[in-house]
């Protein structure tokens, strides 16, 4: 079960699943176990054997002997190949190969090959086709120009964290999860704490604490490894029991200058120093801190000791006497009171996120003060605006105000901080930006939300003329603005210009009120030959700010989380300029548009590297995808074979769509929609079927489906296809873990006794009165963990053959108050 969870996780998996112009995939580093986990989970895994026709495995002989090679590929390919054959190697390979969408793994390449030595034609491989190389060094792979570099360190801290944190099976915590293993590599000890302090942690907001602690990037002297392990523990510690456990974690780190200390000691020195009442709670005590990774146990149980630098972070950088502090890190504490004023003299970093303190000092004392974390104080309330005594913190490079939603006013004096690089005030209410900020010459970093209730005489003041065009070193800029508000369609196009002043831009977020703003943006960072965006969020159209709203926090998240997210409202008609943005876009908003009829009319082979989309109050939308449109795109192509469309596409979620019957209309060919991982669809009328037999074929990633008010569907999957035929397979939705069924009145069936979800480990239904019987096909899953729904109607079901004895002892009473 371990090996069969990890495989739709792995990432060699994902890219190789995904995106057609990845052709060749590098897979570097020296761990030799490792290299056997990963070529073992691409060889043996069912879903690539499933998506490609062949799969071939290939060791690259030191002298790279490329004929033994094709003779090694030629016969994995054709199983009856005779001696005969294999000597005239170039015809048969080649013949072998025609027609094939294959996958090759070169293992062991040490030296630069081309792959046309193997009469395979580099500039074009068969459509769909990928090639993995894995090698010892990066540098080959940049020689040998492969489309995607992964680094085995990299596979292994993912594995790593898995292994630690437990199973992490629903979004948006994936995606998390992913996030913060990049923020802790390369160091598998960080990746192992952070994982330990989420273990069995449901609660989605501390999980982005957890990255928003490890985000804070302290500006001193501490660097690299020492940075981030002051995050690390912090968080770790904030993660602990109770109070006594974080005071003997500091008793023991502040008086114990051994290697290791005996157990039994340690718990004595807690009793005898007062913190603890008793031996047995210590025993506790030290269980919790060894589970947590933040001590070492030897083998027989007898000592203990801190791992790697942790004691000397520990002592020098967390818990160090108050007259030595650097760091004033009380955030995530239950804090009502601010740290005194002293403890403020000496600190260079200050973090107070979190926490429930109502005011700060009016005269803080802090002349080396660098960073200062202010964000999300909920209960700030006396701060409606910035102190003239900011202008004392001549020091500070970073500023963190974000969701300090009572910040009303920015001081004048705030030009005064020459030295600031980083400036966030998203989440606040401010009016209007102060003239000075035009001082801030240093600044690469700037996040902005302004709030205008009230109508402005004059909208140049909200944001004065040449504030933002002086800002030369701006690489990041995000703009906040009531979208809503007359004043800021008078007063973005003047903005706007500015903006395309600033060359070293990459990421940058704004809303563009009409469609002619974005068409001016995209036509004047073109002439003034700007790089592309790395990361945007981009808002086009008025009112976009209501319908957010209606969106569960954790999707919102994950959109926010997107790198490159377009967000469409109030549309009319099909625009270019959409087209160009949603060609580079990753994820998609698409809501109230007039009268788009499908979504493929904006273009298939425009959402290549679509990941999310969102679909919202497009009442005119029939079908998400109609296999017409593609082949008229192939037409227009010249294109010898069919699309794949959406092969990258990973989360659709759908809702209030009036007049949607269909999802996919027309033949699927092998690879449309197979990274698909999350769907959603609620308040969708006229859908009466989810999946058409054709699609299941490809679903071959999807692991949560969610159905709501959906009163017309009678069954998930549809029996007909359009060739007639069923196609052929042990189980659909191989990997599926988790579905929901809430007011679904008309259901009458899941699959129409279709073998589905053998991975299946939630069912909750509501209100799917006419779904009366069920059969052991459909719910045949082993590692079923809990099934919810209406306590009478479970009671009456029937069931198709034998009901597992088991599923009574899982199944729970739905509480109504958890059903949307």
């Known amino acids: 079960m371990q090996k069969q ?55 690259v002989p030191l002298n790279c002997d490329m004929e033994k090679v094709q003779k090694e590929i030629a016969g994995q390919i054709s199983s009856d190949l005779t001696e ?38 580099e500039a074009t491989l068969p459509v769909g086709s990928k090639i993995v190389f ?77 990255l928003e602690r490890l985000n804070v990037r302290p500006t001193s002297h501490e660097a690299g490894l020492e940075a981030l392990m002051v995050n690390v523990l912090r968080f770790c510690i904030d993660q602990l029991e109770d109070d006594k456990t974080r005071r003997c974690l500091k008793n023991l780190a502040l008086c114990n200058n051994y290697d290791e200390i005996a157990s039994e000691f340690a718990i004595d020195l807690w009793v005898r120093d007062g913190i603890l009442d008793a031996h047995d709670e210590g025993q506790k005590v030290l269980k919790n801190l060894v589970n947590a990774s933040l001590l070492e146990v030897d083998e027989n149980r007898q000592f203990v000791k801190f791992q790697d630098q942790d004691q000397d972070i520990l002592v020098d950088l967390i818990f160090q006497p108050e007259e030595n502090r650097v760091f004033l890190m009380r955030g995530g504490l239950d804090l009502t009171e601010p740290p005194e004023v002293e403890e403020w003299e000496s600190a260079k970093e200050i973090c107070l996120m979190h926490t429930g303190i109502s005011e700060l000092p009016k005269e803080p004392r802090c002349p080396s003060l660098s960073s ?56 606040t209410k401010i009016k209007n930006l102060p003239k000075e900020i035009e001082c801030l010459i240093n600044l690469t970093c700037l996040g902005i939300s302004i709030s205008r209730t009230e109508p402005s005489n004059d909208s140049k003041t909200v944001i004065p003329h040449g504030v933002i065009s002086s800002l030369l070193h701006l690489e990041e800029l995000n703009l906040d603005m009531d979208t809503d508000a007359e004043w800021w369609d008078t007063c973005a196009e003047g903005v706007l210009s500015e903006v395309c002043n600033l060359k070293r831009l990459s990421a940058f977020k704004f809303s563009f009120p009409t469609l002619e703003l974005l068409r001016q943006f995209n036509q004047l960072r073109k002439s003034m030959e700007h790089p592309s965006l790395a990361q945007f969020r981009l808002c086009v159209g008025n009112h976009a700010s209501r319908i957010m709203n209606r969106l569960p926090s954790d999707i919102e998240f994950e959109l ?113 929609l197979s990274s698909l991982k999350l769907l959603t669809l609620c308040k969708c009328p006229e859908l009466t079927v989810i999946f058409s037999s054709e699609m299941l074929d490809n679903l071959n990633n999807l692991e949560e489906v969610t159905v709501e008010d959906c009163p017309a569907i009678v069954s998930l999957i549809s029996c007909q296809t359009s060739t007639g035929k069923v196609p052929e397979m042990p189980y659909f939705l191989p990997i599926l873990k988790k579905l929901s069924l809430h007011y679904v009145p008309t259901l009458s069936s899941i699959s129409y006794g279709l073998r589905i979800a053998p991975r299946l480990e939630r069912l909750s239904f509501y209100d799917c009165s006419s779904l009366k019987s069920m059969s052991i096909d459909e719910v045949s899953s082993e590692h079923l963990k809990k099934i919810r729904g209406e306590r009478s109607w479970w009671k009456d079901l029937e069931w198709c053959g034998h009901k597992p004895d088991h599923l009574d002892g899982i199944f729970i009473p739905i509480d109504t108050c958890d059903i949307p």
């Not at 990432?11 to 990963?38: C, H, T």
């Not at 054959?85 to 996958?103: C, I, Q, R, Y």
């Not at 923020?183 to 273990?199: E, F, G, T």
């Not at 605006?385 to 020091?395: H, T």
């Open 560 to 672: 926010e989380q997107c790198n490159r997210f377009l967000r469409y409202t109030n549309g009319d008609g099909v625009i270019m300029d959409i087209k160009d943005i949603l060609q580079q876009s990753d994820a998609f908003f698409l809501e109230r548009h007039a009268n788009l009829k499908k979504l493929s009319e904006l273009g298939i082979d425009n959402m290549d590297q679509l990941k999310w989309c969102v679909l919202g109050e497009c009442n005119e939308i029939e079908v998400l995808v109609d296999a017409s449109d593609t082949l008229h795109q192939e037409a227009l192509a010249e294109s010898h074979c069919k699309s794949i469309c959406l092969e990258s596409l990973e989360f659709l979620y759908v809702y209030y769509m009036r007049n949607l019957r269909n999802i996919w209309k027309g033949s699927m060919q092998k690879g449309c």
């Open 134 to 210: 894995v090698t010892g060094s990066g540098r080959l792979c940049d020689e040998i120009e492969v489309d995607k570099k992964i680094g085995l360190d990299d596979l292994l801290l993912c594995e790593l964290f898995r292994q630690n944190v437990g199973e992490v099976v629903y979004y948006p915590k994936k995606a998390l999860a992913r996030e913060i293993v990049r923020m802790c590599r390369p160091y598998s000890h960080a990746v192992i704490l952070v994982a330990r302090a989420l273990q069995n942690v449901d609660d989605i907001l501390i999980w982005k604490r957890a």
């Open 5 to 59: 969870r990890a495989e739709s996780d792995f990432v060699p998996m994902q890219s190789i699943q995904k995106k057609s112009n990845v052709e060749k995939i590098g897979i570097y580093g020296r761990n030799e176990v490792g290299k056997a986990i990963v070529i073992g989970a691409l060889k043996e895994s069912a879903i690539l054997r499933n998506l490609f026709d062949r799969v071939i495995c290939v060791a």
């Open 372 to 427: 200062l974390y202010l964000q999300r104080n909920y209960k700030l309330t006396r701060i409606r605006c910035l102190p003239e005594s900011i202008s004392q913190l001549v020091s500070l490079k970073r500023l963190f105000l974000n969701d300090c939603v009572l910040l009303r006013r920015i001081s004048p004096a705030i030009g005064r901080l020459k030295q600031l690089e980083v400036f966030d005030l998203e989440g």
């Open 84 to 121: 005969a054959n294999a000597v005239d190697m170039p015809h048969s390979e080649v013949n072998a190969l025609e027609g094939l969408k294959f996958l090759l793994i070169l293992v062991g390449v040490n030296q630069h090959m081309k792959l046309e030595t193997l009469r395979i034609p």
